[in-house]
Nanobody, 122 residues
Framework: VQLQASGGGLVQTGDSLRLSCAASGRSFSGYVTSWFRQAPEKQRELVAGITSGGTTKYADSVEDQFTVSRHNAKNTVYLEMNSLKPEDTAVYYC?????????????????WGQGTLVTVSS
């Protein structure tokens, strides 16, 4: 499975963005797919994830602000980000795992996209 993340950019505080993670090579409808982010000089952290059955999980910091969804027919997972703040600035990565549930550890994801930069100006 190859993952391609896209949709990042430079926005202002309060704006919205939608990130996309498109899979190729094979269907990843049976995979958990998650979004991680890594800010400068910080560890990569889980932002949100969605199981093959549609169960979602969010970091406390983005609950009610971000929404993760998947469109299996398009082999794509989305991250809708609203009310963006400067602290949301990071490189956002999508990752996929054959695990049945969303995992926090980056080591447990077999496939990674290349990352897309989100910059939120104040």
């Amino acid at each position: 499975v190859q993952l391609q993340a896209s949709g990042g950019g430079l926005v202002q505080t309060g704006d919205s963005l939608r990130l996309s993670c498109a899979a190729s090579g094979r269907s990843f409808s049976g995979y958990v797919t998650s979004w991680f982010r890594q800010a400068p000089e910080k560890q990569r952290e889980l932002v949100a994830g969605i199981t093959s059955g549609g169960t979602t999980k969010y970091a406390d910091s983005v609950e009610d602000q971000f929404t993760v969804s998947r469109h299996n027919a398009k082999n794509t997972v989305y991250l809708e980000m609203n009310s963006l703040k400067p602290e949301d600035t990071a490189v956002y990565y999508c990752a996929a795992s054959q695990s049945p549930r969303v995992l926090h550890s980056t080591r447990l994801y077999e496939y990674w996209g290349q990352g897309t930069l989100v910059t939120v100006s104040s």
